[in-house]
């Protein structure tokens, strides 16, 4: 299968799928996305974030030599929200490696206190915080606070707030 033309062929859920069950544990499949993940073609990096978040469903370890650059995409101009929604979402779902915490909780609460971030994006870096707030249970003010000051003064949707009741609960 040509990987790349393959994701251009079809957007849907089920062709998705479909991808994602062909790459299956296969080191060398999951490579091949990766690379296309990480390149230039716009469309193909979003339909890429999608059949990595479902790759990593079920089989989590795919994504470990790639978390550090995953996680620095996020920070690269102009990048789709996919790409932020799909990587927020794979690292609230592992067990973070402790060399990557200080990263992913940089980024965590850049995309949490940004509120033109899109929702899906803030809800999984709350739950990445949360998840990192049993090591480090100093971040749990600050992430308080930033859920607090959002609920406060912003308008959410009805699943931020729900999420954010949650995190506050339990972070009580």
């Not at 690269?76 to 929604?85: F, L, M, P, Q, S």
């Not at 490696?97 to 909780?105: G, R, T, V």
């Not at 994006?121 to 600050?142: F, G, T």
């Not at 003064?153 to 954010?164: C, D, I, M, N, R």
Request: charged share 25%; glycine share 2%; with cysteine.
């Amino acid at each position: 299968m040509n990987l790349r033309e393959e994701i251009l062929s079809a957007h849907s859920k089920a062709h998705s799928v479909e991808i994602a069950m062909w790459i299956g544990k296969d080191i060398k499949r999951f490579d091949c996305l990766m690379q296309l993940f990480f390149g230039d073609d716009f469309i193909v990096v979003q339909r890429s974030a999608w059949i990595l978040s479902i790759c990593t469903d079920s089989c989590p370890e795919l994504a470990f030599p790639y978390l550090k650059q995953m996680i620095k995409y996020c920070y690269k101009d102009g990048i789709h929200v996919a790409v932020k929604r799909n990587v927020t979402r794979v690292l609230a779902h592992i067990i973070i490696p402790d060399e990557l915490h200080e990263a992913a909780m940089n980024l965590s609460f850049e995309l949490l206190a940004d509120q033109k971030e899109t929702v899906a994006v803030r809800c999984w870096s709350m739950d990445i915080l949360m998840q990192l707030s049993a090591n480090y249970p100093d971040i749990k003010n600050e992430l308080k606070n930033i859920i607090e000051d959002a609920m406060e003064h912003q308008e959410l949707t009805a699943g931020f707030k729900s999420k954010a009741r949650r995190i506050l609960k339990s972070l009580k």
